[in-house]
T-cell receptor
Framework: ETGVTQSPTHLIKTRGQQVTLRCSSQ?????VSWYQQALGQGPQFIFQ???????GRGNFPPRFSGLQFPNYSSELNVNALELDDSALYLC?????????????FGPGTRLTVL | AQSVAQPEDQVNVAEGNPLTVKCTYS??????LFWYVQYPNRGLQFLLK????DNLVKGSYGFEAEFNKSQTSFHLKKPSALVSDSALYFC?????????????WGLGTSLAVNP
């Protein structure tokens, strides 16, 4: 069973640029959630995708967008990068979008915006 | 509004001593509660969860947690701490009765186990 993978592991961008982060969900999981974790903070929910549809969103502006593909892998896109976007971005997959299913996390992508 | 509080930023214990990491929550309905651990430069790893039933939940690596509905708490415990347990611990909650699909996370508690 393959776990959750994310790419790239590290990324450096400049303010105003755009970035795409990728996530492959664990085998059999149809739900992917994305989180932003700033240094010293807990994860902040960005959005969740279930069967290729966004079905939940946190308090993030529209420049944070995503996709989920038929194989349930997912992308997080961030436009017009700001310095405060520097963080660890975590992807998590789960068996379903509701219920008591735990989420399985990838190692994260460390984004630095200069 | 749903919320999770981890009242201690840091917990220090000696190796071999019992440890407790505290978590309290607030939800409108009945909660699903989770504990995760994060090692440096790593993603979060699931430890255990409470859904319903027995208030004492056993999880990975010898950890357990006690659900207390009257005190709205879900404290993480381990009878004998190891140096390798040193990490960042997060409590999370979801209200299963609602349509809200997101987990609400605490700010984390840094556990340091001293040899």
């Amino acid at each position: 069973e393959t776990g959750v993978t994310q790419s790239p592991t590290h990324l450096i961008k400049t303010r105003g640029q755009q970035v795409t982060l990728r996530c492959s969900s664990q085998s059999g999981h149809n739900t992917v959630s994305w989180y932003q974790q700033a240094l010293g903070q807990g994860p902040q929910f960005i959005f969740q995708y279930y069967r290729e549809e966004e079905n939940g969103r946190g308090n993030f502006p529209p420049r944070f967008s995503g996709l989920q593909f038929p194989n349930y892998s997912s992308e997080l896109n961030v436009n017009a990068l700001e310095l405060d976007d520097s963080a660890l971005y975590l992807c998590a997959s789960s068996l379903d979008s509701t219920g008591p299913h735990e989420q399985f996390f990838g190692p994260g992508t460390r984004l630095t915006v200069l | 509004a749903q919320s999770v509080a981890q009242p201690e930023d840091q917990v220090n214990v000696a190796e071999g001593n019992p440890l407790t990491v505290k978590c309290t929550y607030s939800v409108s309905g009945n909660p699903y509660l989770f504990w995760y651990v994060q090692y440096p430069n790593r993603g979060l790893q699931f430890l255990l969860k409470y859904i319903t039933g027995d208030n004492l939940v056993k999880g990975s690596y010898g950890f357990e947690a006690e659900f207390n509905k009257s005190q709205t708490s879900f404290h993480l415990k381990k009878p004998s701490a190891l140096v390798s347990d040193s990490a960042l611990y997060f409590c999370a909650v979801r209200d299963y009765a609602g349509n809200n699909r997101k987990l609400i996370w605490g700010l984390g508690t840094s556990l340091a186990v001293n040899p």
